[in-house]
């Protein structure tokens, strides 16, 4: 593990919010363990283990009925921790996927029978090293044949240079944590808007309206993000998804208590209808229609 590395939060508070029957966690990972699941060369962080018996005792703790299992790049392209995950919730866990170019369809024949529903492609230099966009196309093209989707990860400052490439992906495509926002700058500011614009001019992008702990300046309980969230949620409605993000890579200034993020979910979602398409009819419709 690295020296750095913050120890979960000791006492998770049970949340507030009682979440909607048959919520979905619809972010989340994990991390071995090591010693049956090891961790790729090629990683650029070592975490500390988090396998599937605690994520699923996590559910079960702060209500949710589901989890999408998004591969975490400490894993690199062996997606077998995550393949195992899915396959021992049954049908309670979705996956997403890093592969690359030289993917077979019986491996991604495979992977869906396992519960996989997308790939995910990710942009953040710290976490991966560069993939060229051709690549990525190509990878594209073969899913979308199964009715895969894609993730793609990216922070602010790229978005501008990442257009045309997200214009041209194939299939529904989700963002992950709102493309990380500079949340000192402002809602109206143009940077937010160019993301908000983009959802509104492609109707197959869609957002995850995640990680106020990540995207956060002043700390918990997340003042800073929640007009972000929450004006995301509202212009697109049909269109975003929820999850914990735990066990929560790479943090560096504080680890979240699980309970506390539950809590903030109705800060961003005000309304009993807006919980239930972020929690549940939305999940629902990407990753078990
Ligand atoms: C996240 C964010 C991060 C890490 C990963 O796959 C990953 O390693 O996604 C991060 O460090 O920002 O979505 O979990």
Known sequence: MDADWIPFHPNPKKPDFV???GAVDAHCH????AAEFPFAP?????????GKDKLYALRDFLGFERNVIVQATCHGRDNRAMVDACRAAGDKARGIASVGPDITEAEIRDMDAAGVRGVRFNFVKRLVDATPKEVFLGIADKIKEFGWHIVVYFEAQDLEELVPFLQQLPTIVVVDHMGRPDVTKGVDHPDFQRFADLMADNENIWSKVTCPERLTAVGPPYDDVVAYAAHIVERFPDRVLWGTDWPHPNMKSHMPDDGALVDYIPRIAPTAEQQQSLLVDNPMRLYWA
């Open 42 to 50: 090629e990683r650029k962080y070592t975490p500390c283990d988090a």
């Open 30 to 33: 994990v991390f071995g363990p």
């Open 19 to 21: 979440l909607p029957k």
